[in-house]
């Protein structure tokens, strides 16, 4: 009996390591096997925070909650409540619910119970409607909220409460995020692990794993960048790739204008073959933003008014007379916020009042130097003019973008005459720091290919488990 098992165990052996052999000496099928081990560990731990995050204790969520239901009540554009207010009109239940705890954010020593969370089930969508305000992310397009409407409104259809809709609401999202961020890193020829430590951040997961629009944003930027860096090869031959291109930068877009510089970034990738294509994609991307823009923010954004505290037209017009002011506040806010903003951009969960373990945010700095080396030991750069082109629109674009959403905060937040930016939170950075991945090498170095690929197999085991864990047990501590 012995020898029959000890001959199975070699067997098996010898059949894992031909299989990892094969893996390791083939690129495609190893981005697919990359892909799906960063799945295989994020996947789960989605689903953990997914309950063990109370409602409505991720940053806004409980605005993300009612905008989703709205969308997926058909109401794609939301309604003017008052000069200082915009939202729609839901069922009571549904905005009873979404307010029921208030009491535990910005509140760390406050625990919650199972039982607090069941008594929630009291709270149903067939309730009178009521006018329902929620101006910052009713200015926000459907498209990133179509997964977690479609969960809510499962959760109506078949008369569950509102909770119940919420808890289908984030698990739609999470399958939603897990399918683009692992088809992004399944055809990202370049930076695969940089994205890969960028994705499994435990303030990429808490967002994937609600309600907010942001998870499905970073993923599709995920995707949009793994996009780009085939711009030059055989994939960009095909119709389907412009079309799957253009459509994720008119989403991402529409619902961060901001990220408007990204619009251009194709033309520094595409070269002449290309670039009607990449004319084709900055155009129906920007006017898809202007679009949305005139016809489904104007009419409800309360922040574009000529008086108040908080007014973006006052900064706009003192920005238009002072143009050095705007690197003044950004960089006076970099160096004031700067530390907190990089925590907070790793992972500081809940409403910003959980922060995780401190040997989680060493480590994850050091995640981030391994996953560099082990792109620079993969690859090499080409030295060409038109590689240098590709890497100076790379970070112009990143500055740009950097500076758009600092702004952004400024003209929507931050009141008239105050010397920094307020409002800014480390999140707000995920998404287009993914864009880092352009600028690593493309240039597959073939005596290193093994080594890197070893290296990047047990870092895509290995980072996800750390991130996974400190996003747990931040969760556990902090609200249990």
């Not at 607090?116 to 709270?123: E, K, P, S, T």
């Not at 574009?304 to 037209?313: D, I, M, N, Q």
């Amino acid at each position: 009996m012995l020898p029959a098992l000890w001959g199975w165990e070699l067997c098996g052996g010898t059949m894992y390591r031909r299989f990892f052999a094969a893996v390791l000496s083939d690129e495609t099928a190893f981005r697919r096997l990359f892909a799906f081990l960063w799945a295989l560990i994020i996947g789960p731990v989605l689903v953990g925070m997914v309950f063990l995050t109370p409602p409505i204790q991720v940053p806004d969520e409980e605005h993300h909650f009612l905008r989703a239901a709205q969308i997926g009540e058909g109401h794609l554009i939301g309604d003017r409540l008052s000069p200082w207010n915009s939202g729609g009109t839901l069922p009571h239940g549904a905005v009873n619910f979404a307010y029921r705890f208030n009491d535990i954010r910005f509140h760390a020593d406050r625990k919650i119970t199972v039982g607090q969370v069941l008594n929630a089930r009291d709270d149903h969508w067939d309730t009178p409607r009521e006018q329902a305000p929620f101006p910052n992310t009713v200015i926000y397009a459907p498209f990133f909220y179509i997964p977690q409407a479609i969960g809510i409104d499962a959760g109506r259809l078949l008369h569950r409460s509102a909770l119940v809709s919420l808890y289908l609401g984030r698990l739609a999202s999470v399958l939603g995020c897990l399918t683009l961020g692992a088809l992004a890193l399944a055809i990202t020829n370049r930076g695969r692990m940089v994205m890969a430590v960028i994705l499994s951040l435990p303030m990429t997961l808490t967002l994937c794993a609600s309600c907010s629009q942001d998870g499905l944003f970073i993923t599709s930027c995920a995707l949009w960048v793994a996009l780009m860096t085939h711009m030059r090869g055989p994939m960009a031959e095909h119709r389907w790739y412009w079309v799957v291109l253009i459509a994720l930068m008119s989403a991402l877009l529409a619902s961060k204008p901001p990220y408007i510089m990204m619009a251009f970034l194709p033309f520094f990738f595409a070269g002449r073959k290309h670039w009607r294509f990449a004319s084709y994609a900055a155009a129906v991307s920007i006017g898809v933003m202007l679009l949305w823009s005139i016809y489904g923010m104007h009419p409800v954004d309360i922040t574009s008014g000529g008086s108040g505290a908080v007014s973006g037209k006052r900064q706009a017009l003192r920005l238009f007379h002072h143009p050095w002011v705007a690197v003044t506040l950004i960089v006076h806010t970099a160096v004031t916020f700067g530390s907190s903003l990089y925590q907070q951009y790793l992972g500081v969960l809940g409403w910003l009042d959980a922060a995780a373990p401190l040997w989680f945010y060493r480590s994850a700095s050091f995640a981030f130097a391994l996953s560099v080396i082990s792109a620079l030991i993969a690859r090499r750069y080409a030295w060409g003019l038109t590689d240098w082109i590709e890497r100076l629109g790379v970070l112009l674009v990143l500055l740009a973008t950097f500076c758009g959403v600092s702004l952004a905060l400024y003209m929507i937040w931050t009141p008239v005459g105050e010397s920094l930016i307020l409002g800014l939170q480390g999140r707000y950075y995920l998404g287009f720091s993914l864009l880092f991945a352009l600028l690593f090498p493309q240039i597959l170095r073939l005596r290193f290919a093994v080594l890197s690929r070893g290296v990047d197999a047990a870092l895509v085991i290995a980072v996800p488990c750390l991130c996974g864990v400190a996003a747990l047990e931040t969760l556990v501590l902090r609200y249990w």
